[in-house]
């Protein structure tokens, strides 16, 4: 960001301006879950990939479409199954009897938002591909490794009441998104807004315009990697994240035994990035103690190991998370 704190000031006006055109986008289409979309924005400026669950019919796969929609990118949506291949999603090899030479064929994993709708329903090969995409943002076919458009998101959706037919996600995989967030019932107000925009035979279906373009994508995360971070609400975030590995140095001997592994290292700089893109949507050039507070469960919530003992007492990651925020000292 520039120096000027003027031409500075403008610059984050105009970012929040085309965040405040994004929304009232996707509002045409999705009723509620602000919540949901305001993380899902913060992960697409960051390049962060997001884990979200809910039961069906929350619009969850609506949101992310819709979100797509706004933004002048490509959309695919890859419906994860038991008998999907690896090559389903990234492509294979075509041989030209002609020529005899192979060319590739480049899967749907080419696009800047990827959709991997019930992602538990894939095996070990296929979440294996996947992950190598997730991580080094490229795909090998055959011998030659093709880099993904930039930006690339996977959006994976996965629903928490079914367990027939579904692998459990790796831990290493989990690790890579960057959120889980989980979506809930909508308030009887927002359904019966709902009700007024799907039931009424006028009423056209809502056609979403794209309102930011992949360069103002770029320029937006320009902005949010300029958002400060102090060196206190550093210290703070390593403490949380931390306060998940050794409880008993931050006085939470009660949830030791509840936790088998803590946060990574890579959930520090989650937790800082989410934080500043939080900071970055409520219109300020600064991150706050609120913000890191604000955005703390959704990133670690998927990062944490309970014990065969929390299960037992029916602890959650979430209720660990809140005693931990409750215990580390605020800047």
Same mark, same amino acid.
């Given at each position: 960001m520039t120096a000027d704190p003027r031409a500075a000031q403008e610059m984050m006006a105009a970012g929040h301006e085309a965040i405040g055109r994004l929304r009232r986008e996707v509002s045409k289409a999705v009723v509620g879950q602000e919540r949901i979309l305001d993380r899902l924005t913060v992960a697409l400026l960051i390049r962060g990939h997001v884990l979200v669950e809910g039961l069906p019919g929350l619009a969850k796969t609506l949101t992310v479409k819709t979100l797509a929609s706004s933004v002048a990118g490509s959309f695919k949506r890859v419906q994860f199954?038991?008998?999907?291949? @690896?090559?389903?999603?990234? /492509?294979? =090899?075509?041989?030209?009897?002609? /020529? /005899?030479?192979?060319? @590739?064929?480049? /899967?749907? +994993?080419?696009?800047?938002?990827?959709?991997?709708?019930? +992602?538990?329903?894939? @095996?070990?090969? $296929? =979440?294996s591909a996947l992950l190598e995409a997730m991580q080094e943002r490229q795909v090998t076919i055959g011998e030659a490794s093709h880099r993904l458009p930039e930006p690339f998101v996977v959006v994976a959706t996965q629903n928490p009441i079914e367990q027939e037919g579904t692998f459990a996600l790796p831990?290493? =995989?989990?690790?890579?998104? $960057?959120?889980?967030?989980?979506v809930g019932y909508p308030t009887r107000e927002q359904e019966e807004r709902m009700l007024r925009l799907y039931l009424d035979p006028i009423a056209e279906v809502p056609l979403i315009e794209p309102v930011i373009s992949l360069e103002g994508v770029r320029r937006l995360s320009g902005l949010i990697s300029a958002v400060h971070l102090d060196e206190r609400i550093s210290r703070y975030v390593i403490d949380i994240v931390n306060a998940t590995r050794s409880p008993l140095q931050y006085g939470l001997a009660p949830i030791a035994p509840m936790i088998e592994y803590g946060a990574s290292p890579r959930a520090t700089l989650a937790l800082a990035h989410v934080s500043k893109g939080h900071a970055f949507l409520e219109g300020r050039a600064f991150v706050t103690p609120e913000d890191v507070k604000e955005t703390a469960a959704d990133v670690l919530r998927h990062r944490l190991i309970l014990t065969y003992e929390a299960a037992a007492d029916q602890v959650t990651a979430d209720q660990i998370i809140d005693r931990v925020l409750g215990s580390v000292n605020v800047p």
């Open positions: 199954t038991p008998d999907l291949l @690896p090559a389903d999603i990234t /492509g294979t =090899q075509i041989f030209d009897p002609a /020529g /005899g030479t192979f060319s @590739p064929r480049l /899967g749907p +994993i080419f696009a800047n938002f990827l959709l991997a709708d019930e +992602i538990n329903r894939a @095996p070990a090969k $296929v =979440q831990e290493a =995989q989990l690790d890579r998104f $960057v959120m889980k967030l989980r």
